[in-house]
């Protein structure tokens, strides 16, 4: 039986990225409830989101409606600040369909950043062991260890962080 997708984008941080940032159009129909959409796929006011990071930690945000586009606006910069995200970054954002959107962050070396907390704020660093992480399942995946076939595929100084779904 084929499980259900969830529902994401992407957005590559360009321009006034740290200010707001964009809903592509396409998307909202996975998003917006009935009541809070038009005919025309927008906002008719202010919607409350969660954002969350891979850390766990969270963000209130708002969307609104500007000129006919669908932006966060209120908290993103607050989100933007503690995850340290910088132009040219690449993000991937999950909706769970209950107001909440989880935002996984790719940095310029395109490997998944991870933030840490630390005395002087926060701060970005690779995977927090600094070395590939894999799933080690081997009930789910057909009894291979999927650890043991993907280290085996890597380099031992790659930062890549593999995810399965």
Known sequence: MEEARTPQFFKVLVGDFARRIEIPQAFLCHILEESRRTSENTVSSSAKFILSNAEGNTWPVELDEIDGRVFVTTGWPKFVEDNCLVEGEFLIFKTDGDMQFMVLVFGLNAVEKSV???????????????RPTFPSSKKEHGGVGLTEMAQSLTRSRSQVRYQIS
Request: hydrophobic share 20%.
């Open 116 to 130: 840490r907390s630390s005395g002087s704020g926060a701060r970005a660093t690779g995977n927090l062991q600094g």
